[in-house]
């Protein structure tokens, strides 16, 4: 007797067991439910850029202070009790676990602060320590889109283990050049400023050319502008050959960017004494020889340079 054929269920394949309704109907939700939370973990435009800017801010702070405790990657690892793959990950700017931030700021002495601040707040007044770096970058930027550049302030940049900040990048891309200065109101930690813009000098102008579509810079121009202070000064005269050798070349090359043209071609290394309280009349920027030299103190000190700022 031949027996009925049998006719497949919801769900089943010749050779398979049948699936019941019921299942595949809780698979299809189930299935829904991991899109739509998957769906919901991916970060905003906005969320995503605050993320690089904190993870980029960490490593930067950790690198810093790395290097000026000499230590290798490898010992603040063995101190914080991570490994040495993840000192290298934060310290290029990539993100980590609030644990293991906390761990590397135990390891170097430092403290972990987390703020959540209103956009309101945080663009209003600048805190008192940071009134005359803002200055300088302020009196910079109103020079160069004054004379019609593309300008950004506080730029962060990422290149494997080397991450940080611009203060103030200028270019154009006919010519393809760029502007990049470095502010500096003081210099407790010599080497570590030199550091931090010899890296910047090395790699800054390679993911700035990536980050604008450009396929390289023709030229660069390099600028390190302390205040024109008898703090600096000091600072400057004490070490004369590690400046020298750190900016050798003259200011006229700055002094280009603002009348006439950026340079074509070529790298150039610049130190400029910067006082961001200069009137119209009076010069504002002096150029390393002349620090060396003989030029008058504006200022005594940092906070001599904030009780002149304009209210």
């Known amino acids: 007797m031949q027996s009925p054929r049998r006719t497949e269920g919801v769900g089943e394949a010749v050779g398979k067991r049948p699936m019941s309704a019921a299942l595949f109907s809780t698979r299809v939700k189930s299935s829904r439910f991991d899109r739509e939370r998957q769906t919901r973990q991916l970060p905003t435009p906005a969320s995503a850029a605050q993320a690089r800017n904190v993870a980029t801010t960490m490593g930067m702070a950790v690198a810093e202070e790395r290097r000026r405790r000499r230590w290798p990657a490898r010992e603040l690892a063995r101190r914080a009790r991570v490994s040495t793959a993840t000192v290298t990950n934060v310290e ?35 805190e008192r320590s940071d009134l005359v770096h803002a200055a300088m970058g302020e009196l910079e ?18 290149h494997y283990q080397f991450a940080g900040r611009a203060d103030v990048l200028a270019w154009t891309r006919s010519p393809a050049a760029l502007l990049h200065i470095e ?26 050319a990536e980050q604008l579509g450009i396929r390289r810079f023709e030229s660069e121009t390099h600028v ?20 020298r050798a750190l900016c050798p070349d003259p200011a006229d090359t700055f002094e280009s960017w603002l009348h006439g043209g950026p ?9 400029l004494l910067l006082d961001p309280t200069a009137s119209p009349r009076r010069a504002a920027t002096a150029g390393l020889e002349r620090a060396l030299r003989g030029a008058k103190p504006r200022v005594r000190d940092h906070r001599e340079a904030v009780a002149r700022l304009p209210r």
């Open 263 to 271: 340079p074509t071609s070529g790298r150039s290394s610049v130190f």
């Open 183 to 208: 502010n500096r109101t003081r210099f407790p930690d010599l080497q570590a400023a030199v550091g931090s813009y010899n890296a910047k000098r090395q790699y800054l102008a390679r993911v700035v």
């Open 141 to 158: 930027a109103r020079w160069l889109t004054g004379r019609g550049y593309e300008v950004a302030l506080d730029h962060p940049y990422q």
């Open 224 to 243: 390190m502008a302390g205040l024109w202070s008898a703090e600096v000064i000091h600072s400057v005269r004490l070490r004369r050959a590690t400046f």
């Open 92 to 126: 290029a700017g990539r993100g980590a676990s609030l644990d293991t931030y906390a761990r590397l700021a135990v390891a170097l002495g430092l403290t972990l602060e987390v703020a959540l601040a209103s956009r309101r707040r945080r663009h209003g007044r600048p």
